[in-house]
């Protein structure tokens, strides 16, 4: 095993991963960010009375979810 070829291998791999990614987002990519967006705000007292009165400015259709207390 060449210790430096290991070396310059992971080096290589750091500059790909460390390299903006400039594909466009989709429409699922978005979906799945509001999502975890949600998740993670979910204790939230303004983000729950949001959610309860739908005070949205996403493009999705508004949903009326009646009796839910969490998603």
Same mark, same amino acid.
């Given at each position: 095993?060449? %210790? +430096?070829? %290991?070396i $310059? +291998?992971? +080096?290589?791999? +750091?500059r790909?991963?460390? $390299? @903006?990614?400039?594909? @466009?987002? !989709? &429409?699922?990519?978005?979906?799945? $960010?509001?999502?975890?967006?949600? =998740?993670?705000? $979910?204790? &939230? @007292?303004?983000? =729950?009375?949001? =959610?309860?009165?739908? /005070?949205?400015?996403? !493009?999705?259709? @508004? &949903?009326?979810? /009646?009796?839910? !207390?969490?998603?």
């Amino acid at each position: 095993m060449d %210790v +430096e070829k %290991v070396i $310059a +291998e992971i +080096e290589r791999l +750091e500059r790909i991963f460390s $390299a @903006p990614d400039i594909r @466009p987002l !989709t &429409s699922s990519d978005i979906s799945a $960010a509001n999502r975890r967006h949600d =998740q993670n705000l $979910a204790n &939230s @007292p303004w983000f =729950q009375l949001w =959610q309860r009165y739908g /005070l949205c400015c996403r !493009t999705e259709a @508004p &949903s009326l979810e /009646l009796g839910k !207390t969490e998603r």
